[in-house]
């Protein structure tokens, strides 16, 4: 299973999401440039985590218009999966890949700590390994992570099974209904502010985020018809 | 031809950094002043004579980049 981390310019989380895919599940791994306008190789696309363009105009406004974007736009047609964390969360709201738009702390403060996760929905791609209901230990670290959407969206999302995470204990940022991550209808592509690239080890405080690579790589045995691994 | 944009973030959209200049403001002794809402202005020179045209394509600016519909709302000025 090939995977491809973007960089964009800024993006600093690129080496953590390819260091993760390789400790956890050691598949075949390439950073592919923002310029990049092929992603046909590519099983998994990670968009990961900093601060795309500055963070100018909005955090993701700018990135979402990068040549590569419109390789991940046929990518999430295709079913292929995709990942974004944090910025790539932004940057994936953004493009209209997946509903609703992350706005400035409630606290107006850069939160930087682990936070409890409860996983909503386990029949993604990337939540499989984990039992509904779950509470998982995965660090959180922005200061636009408060998840933005009206009522009616927030009422579809619920009804087709779109939330993914949510805060379990203090709400870190203001998000509507405690909302940590979603994913679009057909469930291959996720969007989440806490970074499990960040949590694959115990040396690292959580290895609760390793099962999110352990998962994608299950889906796509599944897919094409192959043993799946533990 | 100059090109006047106000992007806002939409009444129903919480707006933490206007909620502490309101603070802000209460505590310099501003006691009238009631809720605070910040946005952007931004100033386009346009290359255009075409008036129509021109707006048509700022339009396109502000719904694909200078706002996002989900969380803003924006208003324009043609200017000349």
């Known amino acids: ?230 | 031809m100059k090109a006047k944009v106000f992007v806002t973030i939409k009444e129903n959209v919480l707006d933490p950094q206007g909620n502490a200049v309101q603070g802000a403001l209460h505590t310099m002794g501003f006691a009238e002043v009631g809720k605070v809402r910040i946005g952007k202005y931004m100033e386009i020179e346009l290359d255009t004579a075409d008036r129509n045209e021109g707006e048509q394509r700022l339009i396109a600016m502000c719904e694909k980049l200078l706002a996002n519909t989900v969380i803003e709302d924006y208003r324009y000025e043609l200017e000349g």
């Open chain 1, 1 to 230: 299973m090939n995977f491809a981390v973007l960089v964009f310019p800024a993006s600093n989380c690129d080496i953590d999401c390819f260091k993760a895919v390789e400790d956890t599940i050691g598949q075949p791994v390439d950073y592919v440039f923002h310029t990049a306008t092929d992603l046909s190789q590519y099983d998994a696309i990670l968009i990961p985590g900093g601060f795309s363009y500055g963070d100018y105009l909005r955090c993701g406004a700018i990135a979402q218009f990068a040549p590569v974007m419109a390789e991940v736009r046929k990518a999430a047609e295709a079913g292929k999966f995709i990942l974004g964390i944090c910025n790539g969360f932004q940057i994936l709201t953004e493009a209209r890949l997946l509903p609703g738009a992350l706005i400035r702390n409630n606290s107006l403060k850069f939160r930087c700590h682990s936070a409890d996760l409860i996983v909503e929905n386990n029949s993604t791609a990337f939540t499989r390994a984990y039992r509904a209901g779950e509470m998982i230990d995965i660090p959180i670290a922005h200061g636009e992570g408060s998840y933005y959407v009206d009522d009616e969206t927030l009422a579809q999302l619920k009804a087709d099974n779109q939330i993914v995470f949510r805060y379990a204990g203090e709400n870190p940022n203001g998000s509507v209904d405690n909302i940590a991550g979603v994913c679009n209808k057909e469930g291959n592509v996720v969007g989440m502010m806490p970074h499990p690239e960040r949590a694959v080890h115990e040396l690292l405080g959580s290895e609760d985020g390793a099962r999110m690579f352990t998962s994608v790589l299950n889906a796509w045995r599944e897919r094409h018809g192959a043993a799946s691994v533990r």
